[in-house]
C-alpha cells in the first residue's frame, strides 16, 4: 500500500506555505486510492478552523469559494465556518470519497462518522467508507447530499467506470430511481 505521508511530507517542506498548527487531513480521491493500493492522481486537503484571509496570509493561492491552492496542483478546501472534519466529509458524494487522514505520523484514517440524523430511506447508523472500500461497495453519504448533486448519475457512473469491480448500494440505487 501507498504510504501517504509522504506525500503530506513533500507538501509540508514547502517553504513558501505557513503550515504551522494548521489543522488539515487530506481527504477524497487520494486517500480513497491510497487504501485501495493505487497511485493516487489528485491531491485534495481539508483546512478546519481557518478562514479565508487566514489560508491567504498563510501563502496559499485562491482559486474560488472555499479553495487554495500551493502552486502546486494540491487543492486545499476550507472547511465552513464551525464544522468539523466530519461535517465537511457528510458532504461528499460517495462513503469511499469521505475518508480523512491525518497527515505526517499520525497517518490513519477516520471513519466518516458515527450516526447522523435518520432520513427517509437510511436508519440511523455509522457511515463506514472502510467497510465499503473493503466490501467494494459504492454507496451515497447522504440523502440530501446526494440529492442536491446537479450530476449524481454522472457521479456514479464515472465511479461504476473506476471501480468495475465495485457494486452499487440498494438504497443509492433506488434513490436514484425515485428522482
Known amino acids: 500500500m501507498i504510504d501517504i505521508r509522504k506525500k503530506h511530507d513533500r507538501i509540508e517542506n514547502q517553504d513558501s506555505m505557513d503550515f504551522e498548527e494548521l489543522d488539515w487531513y487530506a481527504v477524497g480521491q487520494q486517500v480513497r486510492d491510497s487504501l485501495l493500493g493505487r497511485d493516487p492522481k489528485e491531491f485534495e486537503f481539508a483546512v478546519i478552523d481557518e478562514s479565508l484571509e487566514s489560508m491567504k496570509e498563510r501563502g496559499f493561492t485562491h482559486v474560488d469559494g472555499q479553495r487554495f491552492t500551493d502552486g502546486n496542483g ?11 472534519l466530519e461535517a465537511f466529509l457528510r458532504d461528499k458524494d460517495f462513503t469511499v470519497n469521505a475518508i480523512g487522514m491525518t497527515p505526517g505520523e499520525q497517518n490513519y484514517h477516520f471513519p ?5 440524523e435518520e432520513d427517509d430511506d437510511r436508519p440511523e447508523k455509522p457511515i463506514d467508507p472502510i467497510k465499503d472500500l473493503d466490501e467494494k461497495v459504492i454507496r451515497h453519504t447522504t440523502n440530501e447530499g446526494f440529492e442536491e448533486l446537479d450530476d449524481a448519475e454522472v457521479r456514479l457512473e464515472l465511479m461504476k467506470n473506476t471501480f468495475p469491480e465495485f457494486s452499487v448500494a440498494d438504497e443509492t440505487e433506488n434513490l436514484l430511481k425515485s428522482e
Not at 466518516?112 to 447522523?116: D, V
Request: avoid cysteine.
Open 74 to 84: 494540491h487543492l486545499f478546501e476550507v472547511a465552513e465556518e464551525n464544522d468539523s
Open 112 to 116: 466518516l462518522m458515527n450516526n447522523y
